[in-house]
């Protein structure tokens, strides 16, 4: 993931990340268990990849969408 960001700038995104630390502060502060924190992420990942596939399974667009909702009004 993020291969056509440069190395250095991941790095710092991801070091910069704030979950990990909430995360952590929410399982410290006895908010939540690691486990039901990972079943958040898995039912997160599970919605996002359904989301995924559908669009991918989807047909592509008709040519004649290219301009619909880009402007306040259709350009003929």
Do not use: C, Q, W
């Amino acid at each position: 993931m993020g291969e056509y960001i440069p190395k250095d700038v991941y790095a710092a995104a991801v070091a910069a990340d704030p979950y990990p630390k909430f995360r952590t502060k929410l399982v410290a502060e006895n908010h939540a268990t690691a486990a039901e924190l990972d079943a958040i992420d898995a039912e997160i990942k599970a919605e996002i990849d359904e989301a995924e596939a559908f669009a991918m399974n989807s047909p592509p667009p008709d040519a004649r969408e290219v301009k619909r909702d880009v402007y306040a009004y259709e350009i003929a």
